[in-house]
């Protein structure tokens, strides 16, 4: 078994589905911010850029998202971008039409606890 073998959690679907449907930029900012690990992002672009799905990347290259660790996270766009948590958010705010104030509001208010 390698360091990164899939070690799937067994989340309740409620909690599974908001952190795989659009709250998994909640989830790789709360990531980050309680480890420091890497935020990844998998770009679309169809025609303005947004993020299809968002996990973190640790130290040991294991990748993390509401399924557990994994030696790669399901691949929902080949473009992979990684950012610091400032520029993640500036990105988040400007595909999404808001200000980084209102990412980080709705980040308080979405975040695993």
């Known amino acids: 078994m390698s360091k990164c073998d899939s070690m799937v959690v067994g989340l309740p679907g409620e909690i599974s589905e908001k952190y795989s449907y659009g ?8 990531l980050h911010d309680l480890y420091g690990w890497q935020i990844v992002a998998q770009i679309e672009r169809d025609p303005s ?3 299809a799905h968002a996990f973190v990347r640790r130290p040991d290259g294991c990748e993390v998202d509401v399924l557990g660790v994994q030696g790669q996270v399901d691949i929902f766009s080949p473009e992979e971008a990684t950012f610091s ?4 958010v500036r990105f988040l705010a400007k595909s999404n039409g808001v200000s980084v104030g209102d990412i980080e509001r709705e980040y308080l208010t979405e975040k695993p606890a």
Request: with cysteine.
């Open 23 to 30: 709250g998994c930029v909640w989830l790789a900012l709360a």
């Open 49 to 51: 850029a947004w993020v």
């Open 85 to 88: 948590r400032g520029d993640f």
